[in-house]
């Protein structure tokens, strides 16, 4: 390999991980590969480290800023089919939010975005896709990657199957415990953040049989209370419901501990922890069939994405706590930046431009998935009353001040309008117009 950068020459190759973490599911990877579909000239090979592709996972939000990106990647009819009602940009609820841990819950704050937001199945968003990779991009299943090895012109990727590839440009969408991390940066970032989420997908029929006027069954609801909240949205169409129930120790975070692994959980172990809450957040807790039981991980913010001609995508760049179900979108806009950025700077006869590119990617998207990485963490902690404006509650059902309930309403609020309806296209746009102002790109 050379540092010429006819598009002819290039060979890219995409590690990913098809399913570690509630924010990954080989989303960012698959996006990625779709989003450089205009570059047929290129060598693209995706390497899986899984068997085979299948769906798994559960509910993933897509606010309206990565909607747009999903447009522009051509998913927008694939995906507008498995959903309740077709996009509208009408302003609907995103969130009712509850004051819940205590027998007479409230509403405090009805949260609005454009249509909502939208919710689906991971595997169904993972298969639209995958529906839409290029031709010209290989699937490789089976194929962990080990170590990778850069030189000035390339980088060698070994394999844990034996096998191993050349490339131009590696692209580590390998998921929150990333191997491909340490060869960007050297230092041990992952972090425990003292909450685990348990989670559960419930028939909709299920729930209308038991609680035929149950809320969840018309708005996506967050339950909120001391060091806990419950999530519930619809997906799949409105027939099944999401529900992530969070209990956090803050005196555990950043702790190491042996046992943060996915685990099977009981409905009766859930419904204990939350038997002092409000009726209508037990019924739902109830209905949940064979919980698993998630570590809640994130990373502390990198301070590069990229190395020579390495470079990190998704849950191995920007790892975060789901509080603002960003994790996702991030990810897809990682790949639908570097799209951009192929379409817009690579020149054929540039020998550099490729090594330019990958550093106008890392000072695109690092300061803005930081960002939100950093602003996803106070939203859990917002969540669960564990800010300064409520040191002084300490207990389930401790009473709130109105200023105080004011306060918790404007801060949920305020973390989701600063960005989520932004249009992506428009601020790349203006981001790249600086940086060509400031450096012959």
Partial sequence: ????????????????????????????????????????????????????????????????????????????????????????????????????????????????????????????????????????????????????????????LIFENGLNASCDMAIGADGIKSVVRKYVSNSEELVFTGSRAFRGLVPRERIERLYPN???????????????????????????????????????????LSDLNVRRATTGEILRAFSEWEPEAIQLLSTIQNPSCWPIQDLRPLKTYTSRRILLLGDAAHAMTPHLGAGAGQAIEDGFVLGYLFDNLMQPNDPECLLRLIKVYDSIRRPFANHLQKSSRKQGYYNELNMPEFDDIQFEGQKLDTQQIIALGSALRESWDSWWQDCALADLKQVLQILQAQTKI
């Fill in 1 to 156: 390999m050379n540092e010429n950068c006819k598009p002819n020459s290039l060979h890219v190759a995409i590690m990913q991980v098809l399913f570690f973490t509630s924010s990954g599911g080989g989303i960012g990877g698959l996006a990625c590969a779709v989003a450089l579909k205009n570059h047929s000239n290129l060598k693209i090979d995706l390497y899986e480290q899984a068997a085979q592709i299948t769906e798994i996972g559960a509910g993933v939000t897509v606010w309206p800023r990565t909607w747009e990106i999903l447009k522009s990647l051509g998913l927008a009819n694939d995906l507008s089919v498995l959903l309740k009602e077709p996009p509208s940009n009408v302003q609907k609820v995103a969130f009712e939010m509850r004051l819940s841990d205590r027998k007479e819950g409230f509403t405090f704050r009805k949260i609005y975005t454009r249509d909502g937001g939208f919710c689906f199945h991971r595997a169904d968003l993972q298969a639209a896709l995958l529906r839409q990779i290029p031709d010209f991009c290989q699937i490789h299943l089976s194929h962990r990657v080990e170590r990778c090895e850069e030189s000035v012109n390339s980088v060698k």
């Fill in 214 to 256: 149950h809320r969840a069954l018309v708005n996506a609801v967050m339950y909120n209370g001391k060091s806990k909240h419950i999530v519930v949205y619809p997906i799949n169409g409105g027939r099944l419901i999401n529900i992530a129930a969070f209990i956090s120790h803050p005196e555990d975070e950043g702790k190491v």
